[in-house]
């Protein structure tokens, strides 16, 4: 834990110190919110009557969209991102150098990049409720442990993909495909009843669209988390399976990578 | 620019790990690449591999406390054999083990006493200072908080960076860089350094003073095994107390700087005189003791010749005898250093020598 706690501190003070980059990032972040809250306020009363078991109300349902969309992305791309760049510059060769071992190494890469991300959803969220998105403050425990499950199903497209980095110098177009289709189709920005039935039976293979729906219904509805619990069920049965299959896949790219000489190449 | 700074405080070895064998141990050791082929030819034979062999049953064992050379040319698989010995490359045949642990088995107790250098400065964290490059280091490597911040601070003392300590390390020349990476391997004392071209980006004047702190702080006052790569002769033959080197993944040769010139069979020497001189050295050239002969005049009246002399310093003393018979007038005779193709070459004709005997 504390070699990890060290690589996320060096990550830290590396981002740090780029200064005008993170108050760039935070001003961007709160220039977005302003037009999503006219947009779902005109949307409303179209939007309506479909979400109207996800809390009813635009604003809010999209703002826990967005929020778990930010982490999905980080929890899919932060991986290949961080480990192709430390690779290219050498830093991934000294650190497995070190007593640290490749999971701690792996694990504190992208540990800033999370908190980092719980900084923005957290400045989102502020500002959210100071524009009168309606969610429920006493359901926030429940609703991070949903959110939890949400990146545990998630981080293993990240791995999948750090494995693509480690043994073929590329994460492929699976970081961009896994986000797009999850975006389409997870309900991230409309309930995943208003698209084609087709659609909707595809949507089911998408983790997102259980972990959302439960997250909406915890947040936005006060419903408790039994009341979920067919959804997080099929979310945690999304995590557990994709984690096994990533991290053998993992394993066998670090080892095709030792073998090839290849681990410290990019 | 120098190296260590001027009066720098030495890095107290304690504390070391106990070795549970020889410093590094090599028997038949094997690896191999397979070769890159271009998109056409793996379309028409997609099952075909070609391999290109990197190490060919090395053996070898290094002595606790050794400085050892590692001499080969670009691809000669120096790499190669440092990376399967830091345990970030497999190898495919043979055992490697460093300090009686296992490079596969037991890869986590090498790597508690074995640190590779890695020179490339863009491993380590440009917009970091130089201090909290080594702290990230130093708890990677499990020293405990304090522990690690005075052992930060006597690197940085003694790489002689600790006026830059605070300074971003983007903003460091190469030689500062080429120290800190130095500084970052020692951070939790290893017994064994590996380091790869070391002074390949650093100036003759750098490099010189960095060659010293080499001699005199990490393997002298440090007692580090130290094991170095490198293409330039003259750098393992003054570093180095034996020097293995190293042909397209074969070990040619191993030994001392004077094992290996003795079995190059001869030493080139550059002798100025008055007047040529030929007539002179013919009996000791038909005595086996010179041979390659080339003399040229040159604007300043002398004539240099070149020529290669067997039988170590007994040869280059019957040179002298035999000029100073024959009553030539001597400006200078010298050793004339070999290059690394001049040595690889010696030892290839030896042995095909003594193999075709």
């Given at each position: 834990m504390?070699r990890m706690?060290?690589?996320?501190?060096a990550?830290?003070?590396?981002?740090?110190?780029?200064?005008?980059?993170?108050?760039?990032?935070l001003v961007?972040?709160?220039?977005?919110?302003?037009?999503?809250?006219?947009?779902?306020g005109?949307?409303?009363?179209v939007?309506?009557?479909?979400?109207?078991?996800?809390?009813?109300?635009?604003?809010?349902f999209?703002?826990?969209?967005?929020?778990t969309?930010?982490f999905?992305?980080t929890?899919?791309?932060s991986?290949?991102?961080a480990?192709?760049?430390?690779?290219?510059?050498?830093?991934?060769e000294?650190l497995?150098?070190t007593?640290?071992r490749?999971?701690?190494?792996?694990?504190?890469?992208?540990?800033?990049?999370?908190i980092?991300?719980?900084?923005r959803?957290l400045?989102?969220?502020?500002?959210g409720?100071?524009?009168?998105?309606?969610?429920?403050?006493?359901?926030?425990?429940?609703?991070?442990l949903?959110l939890?499950l949400?990146?545990?199903a998630?981080?293993?497209?990240?791995?999948?993909?750090a494995?693509?980095?480690?043994?073929?110098?590329?994460?492929g177009?699976?970081?961009?495909?896994?986000?797009?289709?999850?975006?389409?189709?997870g309900?991230v920005?409309?309930?995943?009843q208003v698209?084609?039935?087709?659609?909707?039976?595809?949507s089911?293979?998408?983790?997102?669209t259980y972990?959302?729906?439960?997250?909406?219904?915890?947040?936005l509805e006060?419903?408790?988390?039994r009341a979920s619990?067919?959804?997080l069920?099929?979310?945690s049965?999304?995590?557990?399976?994709?984690?096994?299959?990533?991290?053998?896949?993992?394993?066998l790219?670090?080892?095709?990578?030792?073998?090839?000489?290849?681990?410290?190449?990019? | 620019?120098?190296?260590?700074?001027?009066?720098?405080?030495?890095?107290?070895?304690?504390?070391?790990i106990?070795l549970?064998?020889?410093a590094?141990h090599?028997?038949?050791?094997?690896?191999?690449?397979?070769?890159?082929r271009s998109l056409?030819?793996?379309?028409r034979?997609p099952?075909?591999?070609q391999?290109?062999?990197?190490?060919v049953?090395?053996?070898c064992?290094?002595?606790d406390?050794?400085?050892?050379g590692l001499?080969?040319?670009?691809?000669?698989?120096k790499?190669?054999?440092?990376?399967v010995?830091?345990?970030?490359?497999?190898?495919?045949g043979?055992?490697?083990?460093?300090?009686g642990?296992?490079v596969?088995?037991?890869?986590n107790?090498?790597?508690k006493i074995l640190?590779?250098?890695?020179t490339?400065?863009?491993?380590l964290?440009?917009?970091?200072?130089?201090r909290?490059?080594l702290?990230l280091?130093?708890?990677?490597?499990?020293?405990?908080e304090?522990a690690g911040?005075?052992r930060?601070?006597?690197?940085l003392?003694?790489?002689g960076?600790?006026?830059a300590g605070?300074?971003?390390?983007?903003?460091?020349?190469s030689?500062?860089?080429?120290?800190?990476?130095?500084?970052?391997?020692?951070?939790?004392?290893?017994?064994i350094?590996?380091?790869?071209e070391p002074?390949?980006?650093?100036d003759p004047?750098?490099?010189r003073?960095?060659r010293?702190?080499?001699?005199?702080?990490?393997?002298g006052?440090?007692?580090?095994?130290?094991?170095?790569?490198t293409?330039?002769?003259?750098?393992?033959l003054?570093?180095?107390?034996?020097v293995?080197?190293l042909?397209?993944g074969?070990?040619?040769?191993?030994?001392s700087?004077?094992?290996?010139?003795?079995q190059?069979?001869?030493?080139?020497?550059?002798?100025?005189?008055r007047?040529p001189v030929p007539?002179?050295?013919?009996?000791?050239?038909?005595?086996g003791v010179?041979d390659?002969?080339?003399?040229?005049?040159?604007?300043?009246?002398?004539?240099?010749t070149?020529m290669?002399v067997a039988?170590g310093?007994?040869?280059?003393a019957?040179?002298?005898?035999a000029l100073?018979?024959?009553g030539?007038?001597?400006g200078?005779?010298?050793?004339?250093p070999?290059?690394?193709?001049?040595?690889?070459?010696?030892?290839?004709?030896?042995?095909?020598?003594?193999?075709?005997?």
């Amino acid at each position: 834990m504390r070699r990890m706690l060290a690589l996320v501190r060096a990550s830290w003070l590396t981002a740090a110190s780029y200064r005008l980059n993170m108050l760039v990032s935070l001003v961007s972040l709160l220039m977005m919110v302003i037009p999503v809250y006219f947009v779902a306020g005109a949307l409303q009363p179209v939007m309506a009557d479909s979400i109207a078991g996800q809390g009813g109300e635009y604003f809010g349902f999209l703002l826990v969209g967005i929020i778990t969309l930010m982490f999905l992305t980080t929890a899919v791309t932060s991986l290949p991102t961080a480990l192709g760049s430390s690779i290219a510059s050498g830093t991934f060769e000294a650190l497995l150098g070190t007593r640290a071992r490749l999971g701690e190494i792996v694990a504190g890469t992208v540990g800033y990049a999370f908190i980092w991300t719980a900084v923005r959803a957290l400045l989102l969220l502020v500002v959210g409720l100071a524009l009168g998105a309606p969610l429920m403050g006493e359901r926030s425990p429940a609703a991070l442990l949903i959110l939890g499950l949400i990146i545990l199903a998630y981080i293993p497209f990240g791995l999948l993909a750090a494995a693509g980095v480690l043994a073929f110098k590329t994460s492929g177009s699976l970081p961009a495909a896994v986000l797009t289709v999850s975006g389409l189709l997870g309900g991230v920005y409309y309930p995943t009843q208003v698209i084609p039935s087709w659609l909707q039976d595809l949507s089911m293979a998408v983790p997102l669209t259980y972990g959302l729906r439960a997250l909406r219904a915890v947040v936005l509805e006060g419903g408790s988390l039994r009341a979920s619990a067919p959804d997080l069920a099929v979310l945690s049965g999304f995590a557990l399976a994709l984690f096994g299959l990533s991290l053998y896949v993992f394993t066998l790219a670090v080892r095709h990578a030792k073998g090839s000489g290849t681990l410290a190449q990019y | 620019m120098s190296v260590v700074a001027a009066g720098a405080h030495t890095v107290s070895p304690a504390a070391r790990i106990p070795l549970a064998g020889e410093a590094i141990h090599l028997a038949g050791l094997t690896k191999r690449f397979v070769v890159r082929r271009s998109l056409g030819a793996a379309l028409r034979q997609p099952f075909l591999r070609q391999w290109s062999p990197a190490l060919v049953d090395i053996s070898c064992t290094i002595e606790d406390g050794e400085f050892f050379g590692l001499l080969g040319p670009n691809g000669a698989g120096k790499t190669t054999l440092f990376k399967v010995l830091a345990t970030l490359v497999l190898p495919d045949g043979g055992s490697a083990a460093v300090g009686g642990y296992d490079v596969i088995r037991q890869a986590n107790q090498v790597r508690k006493i074995l640190a590779p250098v890695i020179t490339d400065d863009r491993s380590l964290y440009w917009r970091l200072t130089a201090r909290e490059n080594l702290e990230l280091y130093a708890r990677l490597q499990d020293l405990p908080e304090e522990a690690g911040r005075r052992r930060v601070s006597e690197l940085l003392d003694a790489v002689g960076l600790c006026d830059a300590g605070s300074k971003m390390v983007g903003a460091f020349s190469s030689g500062m860089k080429q120290r800190l990476l130095i500084a970052r391997a020692l951070v939790a004392r290893p017994r064994i350094l590996l380091l790869d071209e070391p002074t390949r980006s650093l100036d003759p004047l750098s490099a010189r003073t960095f060659r010293a702190f080499l001699r005199e702080e990490i393997s002298g006052r440090q007692g580090c095994t130290v094991l170095l790569a490198t293409h330039n002769t003259e750098e393992a033959l003054e570093l180095c107390g034996r020097v293995g080197v190293l042909h397209q993944g074969k070990l040619l040769a191993v030994g001392s700087a004077a094992d290996l010139i003795r079995q190059m069979g001869s030493e080139r020497y550059r002798l100025w005189t008055r007047c040529p001189v030929p007539g002179s050295l013919a009996a000791l050239e038909r005595e086996g003791v010179v041979d390659g002969i080339v003399s040229q005049p040159d604007a300043e009246g002398w004539t240099r010749t070149e020529m290669d002399v067997a039988g170590g310093l007994e040869g280059a003393a019957k040179v002298i005898d035999a000029l100073g018979r024959a009553g030539a007038s001597v400006g200078r005779f010298e050793s004339v250093p070999r290059t690394l193709a001049d040595l690889i070459e010696g030892i290839i004709d030896r042995r095909r020598r003594s193999s075709d005997a």
